[in-house]
Structures are given as structure tokens and as C-alpha cells.
């Protein structure tokens, strides 16, 4: 299958301090990418929709202005998480649409784990 | 609004025993369904989706599932549980036609396997 890679897997930052995470699909373009967020022992919550050369589309109560996300090309989705709080902390896992595929079918990355300190 | 619901947030089954995961969808219309396996400190990984067609459908690592609109359910089955098997798995909804719209999930289900 399709593969989707997010980087990195894991950061540990400071409080205040932003903090770039990466996702790339490998072998596909993708028009469209999707940024969720899970807490310990949770489920995943759909943050936001990235689309290729437009603005995102966030989720009721996400804060667009404190996740940045950019969706510059094809293959690559970013998600800054701006003046990261301990609150922050959380495993970000995005995934990426593959709309050429008979069964436009969704694959996610392993995931990335943030830690604010 | 579209939602999934997963009984049992813990399931534990006997090595060799039958695996039964259930998940039950509120929409309006039937949606697209999913099951996803996650692996400790990983991401998701695609078991099975039911788009059109048969039913009952047929994934990896030998697990199915059966769309029965009438229960509105999705339960997941495996004939026989190996250890291997022990992760958390999610059951997930997307509307239909909506290719650009991202998934909701189930709040999972940690599946124990005893030796």
C-alpha cells in the first residue's frame, strides 16, 4: 500500500517554543491531508484539512492561529504548533488522501509524539 | 452528524479463541466504515472499509467484517486470536462522496490476548 511518513516521530520541547512537524506521502500525490491529534488512551480527533494551495479547514475549537498548518506541495503537509504549552502534548498523526486510487482510499503516518516541557 | 460507538473499551479473548469487536454507526446515511489497528506508539494501520458491494468483507491478518444496515453495525471478527493480535483498534466513519472529508473514530478498543 501507499506509505506516509511524518517527521519526526518524536520532540521534546520547551514551553513557548514552536515546533514543525512534517507529513509526506512517499509514493502518491495528495491533494488532501488531514492532521488529527490523540491524547493518552483516546481516540482520534480530526483537527484540520489541508488542501494543496489553499488555506486549511480546522475543526470547531481548533485554533487555526496556534496550529499553522501549510500544504505547500503535492507530497508535503506541515502542522507548526506555535507557543506549544504542556497542554500541547500529544501524539499528531496525519494522513493522506489518495484520490487516484480506485477506492480513494486514506493512509496514515506513524504518528508523531510531542512533549512540552 | 455522524458518530461511531465502541462497546467494550477493553476485550480480552483466550489465544486460539474467536475474536468479536463491536462497533455501531449513527448516520443518516450509511457511511463508509473502517477498522484500524494501532500498535503501541505507532500509527494507524488500513485492517478493512466497506464502500459498496458484499457485505461482508474480508481483511488482512485474517479479520472480517459484515455491514448490517438493519443493526446499523460493523462488528469486527477473527476466527481465531493469535498474541500478535493484542492492539487497540478503532472502528471509523466517513460519509459517503466525501473523499475530502476526514474520519471520525470510535473511542477504540484494547484487544488482550491471553496466553
Known amino acids: 500500500g501507499a506509505v506516509v511518513s511524518q517527521h519526526p516521530s518524536w520532540v521534546i520541547c520547551k514551553s513557548g517554543t514552536s515546533v514543525k512537524i512534517e507529513c509526506r506521502s512517499l509514493d502518491f500525490q495528495a491533494t488532501t491531508m488531514f492532521w488529527y491529534r490523540q491524547f493518552p488512551k483516546q481516540s482520534l480527533m480530526l483537527m484540520a484539512t489541508s488542501n494543496e494551495g489553499s488555506k486549511a479547514t480546522y475543526e470547531q475549537g481548533v485554533e487555526k492561529d496556534k496550529f499553522l498548518i501549510n500544504h505547500a506541495s503535492l507530497t508535503l503537509s506541515t502542522l507548526t504548533v506555535t507557543s506549544a504549552h504542556p497542554e500541547d502534548s500529544s501524539f499528531y498523526i496525519c494522513s493522506a488522501r489518495d484520490s487516484g486510487a480506485l477506492t480513494d482510499t486514506q493512509y496514515f503516518g506513524p504518528g508523531t509524539r510531542l512533549t512540552v516541557l | 452528524a455522524q458518530s461511531v460507538t465502541q462497546l467494550g473499551s477493553h476485550v480480552s479473548v483466550s489465544e486460539g479463541a474467536l475474536v468479536l469487536l463491536r462497533c455501531n454507526y449513527s448516520?443518516?446515511?450509511?457511511?463508509?466504515l473502517f477498522w484500524y489497528v494501532q500498535y503501541p506508539n505507532q500509527g494507524l494501520q488500513l485492517l478493512l472499509k466497506?464502500?459498496?458491494?458484499?457485505?461482508l468483507v474480508k481483511g488482512i491478518n485474517g479479520f472480517e467484517a459484515e455491514f448490517k444496515k438493519s443493526e446499523t453495525s460493523f462488528h469486527l471478527t477473527k476466527p481465531s486470536a493469535h498474541m500478535s493480535d493484542a492492539a487497540e483498534y478503532f472502528c471509523a466513519v466517513r460519509k459517503r462522496g466525501g473523499g475530502a472529508d476526514g474520519l471520525t473514530f470510535g473511542k477504540g478498543t484494547h484487544l488482550i490476548i491471553q496466553p
Open positions: 466497506y464502500t459498496t458491494g458484499a457485505t
Open positions: 448516520s443518516s446515511v450509511p457511511p463508509y
